[in-house]
């Protein structure tokens, strides 16, 4: 399975390298995607929100567990519907689509530049699907979903640097 924290890194890390994307967040579904973009700030759009992948091993035997992780990320600006004109609307779709491209661009950069334990090297850019999303939470831009397919052991080893015990109340696991 790909880490929160590897897909919180990622956000920021497009943020910083993508021109007109202004922050990014990470959500676990819809009631909480709508609780952060409520507490954001209008200079925070265009952000990019990424949503925690579901994941579905596939595994022959037990040597050899595989994750199917499927993404989805939003490029998304805040609108005022009640006074925005027809042409304001072509203008925000046209501006999304563009910072949409460049993350689409970003991400075929890091599938090519990194290591092999990178989970992006496996990204198929024949299997992306972009949509625009329309007064989805009273936002505007697109969509960006996909499928990637990581190991379990990259798993477990990427893991090493999570405490190996961890406390829930009075309990230790």
């Given at each position: 399975?790909i880490l929160?924290?590897?897909?919180f890194?990622?956000g920021?890390d497009?943020?910083?390298h ?8 990470v959500?676990v579904e819809?009631?909480h995607?709508?609780?952060r973009l409520?507490a ?17 091993s596939n595994?022959r035997d037990?040597?050899n ?6 993404l989805?990320?939003f490029i ?10 027809y042409?304001q ?8 689509q563009i910072?949409?491209?460049k993350f689409?661009?970003?991400?075929i950069q890091?599938?090519l530049q ?10 198929d ?5 972009i949509?625009?999303e329309?007064n989805?939470?009273?936002c ?23 405490p190996?015990t ?6 230790e696991?």
């Amino acid at each position: 399975m790909i880490l929160v924290s590897d897909l919180f890194q990622l956000g920021q890390d497009a943020t910083a390298h993508i021109e007109g994307l202004n922050s990014s967040i990470v959500v676990v579904e819809e009631s909480h995607f709508r609780k952060r973009l409520g507490a954001m700030k209008e200079s925070d759009f265009p952000t990019l929100v990424a949503v925690m992948p579901s994941a579905q091993s596939n595994a022959r035997d037990v040597d050899n567990i595989k994750w199917n992780n499927r993404l989805m990320f939003f490029i998304l600006k805040r609108i005022n519907y009640s006074n925005r004109t027809y042409e304001q609307e072509l203008t925000d779709f046209q501006v999304s689509q563009i910072i949409t491209q460049k993350f689409f661009d970003y991400l075929i950069q890091r599938k090519l530049q990194y290591d092999s334990c990178n989970p992006l090297r496996e990204l198929d850019p024949d299997r992306v699907l972009i949509d625009p999303e329309y007064n989805f939470l009273s936002c505007d831009g697109h969509s960006i979903s996909f499928q990637l397919e990581k190991n379990h052991s990259e798993w477990t080893q990427s893991t090493k640097l999570l405490p190996t015990t961890f406390t829930w109340g009075s309990e230790e696991f």
